[in-house]
């Protein structure tokens, strides 16, 4: 799906639920290939977007050209230590990546990467400590 903001083109592409393991990553390639070849060019900003930052998911979306990726999923860690950080991460990243702004090293490239801590907590753990509720607004400049 393309968006076009001010006259910048911005292509985003996804996948389900990686947490589920129904992110069906043999599908990615194909989707941004044909994301491509259905528009009049590439577009200037390639955002990868996914319920759960998954180190698959991370890297296949990174290999893809995205420039920017957005996940969510692990409460920023829900219940964190100051000073230390999150206790856990709900998925497979370094803990310091749980939640915020980062940068995903592929083996190939580079992305930037967003984790939202978000406004909820997990139905088995309804708690959060030192982690506050975020609803997170990223504004994008050109380069």
Known sequence: MDLEVRGTTIGFFGVDDPHRRLDRLDRVAAAVD??????????EVLVGVAHAPYRR??????????????AGHTH?????????GALVTNCDIPRQQVKGLSVWMS?????????????????????????????????????
């Not at 044909?34 to 577009?43: F, K, N, V, Y």
């Not at 920023?76 to 230390?84: A, I, K, S, T």
């Not at 984790?115 to 509720?133: D, W």
């Open 34 to 43: 044909d994301l491509e070849e259905s528009r009049d060019g590439s577009p």
């Open 57 to 70: 998911i991370l890297d296949a979306f990174a290999n893809r050209g995205a420039e920017l990726i957005l």
């Open 76 to 84: 920023g860690g829900q219940v964190c230590v100051p000073g230390f």
């Open 107 to 143: 083996r190939r490239r580079s992305a930037w990467l967003h984790v939202s801590a978000g406004l909820g907590t997990s139905i088995y753990a309804p708690v959060r400590f030192a982690c506050p509720p975020e609803a997170t607004l990223l504004t994008l400049r050109p380069r």
